[in-house]
DNA sequence: GCATATAGGGTACAACTGTAACCTCATTTT
DNA sequence: AAAATGAGGTTACAGTTGTACCCTATATGC
């Protein structure tokens, strides 16, 4: 994911969120999921939408009518965001990340529970290589 | 934390960092560290103390000069940081940040082994009540 | 005492963000 | 066909952010 992509704003993740769900939406739809969502106009959805494409975050197809996809998954910007939340306040290091999450609770009992599971396992598998 | 102090801006962050680091500082020293760290001109960051004075994430003192404090430790940043991130690129999930940072191996071998034992040291503490 | 450096206060200004309105052309409705 | 509706394009405008300059009064060096 490039610079571009990375700097999506909180409103325009709005929009993301609801191409994210949809997959291949026209304006129209685009419209109704965030006014569904948020109750921002019509318009500023497309003032959003057109600012996602400039960053292209988003791409448009047309067919009949144009269409939008998002050109970057949930999963790429989280990772980006994360990364970069990481750098400026974590010295870097993502285990201080996690290891603020234990110390702040913000893991309940179930979560601990999976994520002992999943550390288990890791270790297991990438313990003896690398 | 209240929400005007969450609202530290990047490069805000560079001056806080600067004062994290050295708890009561006059603005020549603050110029100094962040002039240090980022180049930019003093009056740069005299705008920046000012702006993070007016957020309330610094305080002032008169002492002959004025000496400048943060009033918002990085911890507290960083948790707010964090927990907004998860709000809105993980579906609230703690557990899926977590998750995400396994699968996209941002967690080394020794990483995964501290976090191992801390996970099971708070399967111990915690598992049973609560 | 006069020159100069510095602290403190105020102002600047373009880019980006949040939030929209306006205009025009084509299509659908009556 | 006249009117209403909707799609697409363009423009707006205040607040925030990044990055800095200018002015004044006081302290400090000779």
């Not at 419209?31 to 988003?58: H, I, M, N, P, Y």
């Not at 009518?65 to 999963?75: I, N, Q, T």
């Amino acid at each position: 994911m490039w610079e571009r992509e990375a700097k999506i704003t909180d409103a325009e993740l709005e929009v993301m969120e609801v191409l994210w769900q949809g997959g291949d939406l026209t304006l129209a739809q685009v419209k109704e999921g965030v006014t569904a969502r948020k109750g921002w106009s019509g318009d500023t959805v497309k003032t959003l939408l057109r600012r996602l494409l400039e960053k292209g975050a988003v791409g448009q197809e047309k067919r009949g009518v144009y269409h939008y996809r998002p050109l970057v998954s949930r999963e790429e910007l989280g990772d980006y965001k994360t990364r970069t939340l990481i750098e400026k306040l974590y010295d870097g290091k993502a285990k201080d990340l996690v290891a603020a999450l234990v110390e702040r609770r913000q893991l309940d009992r179930s979560d601990v529970a999976e994520l002992r599971d999943l550390f288990d396992k890791l270790w297991e598998e990438r313990g003896e290589d690398a």
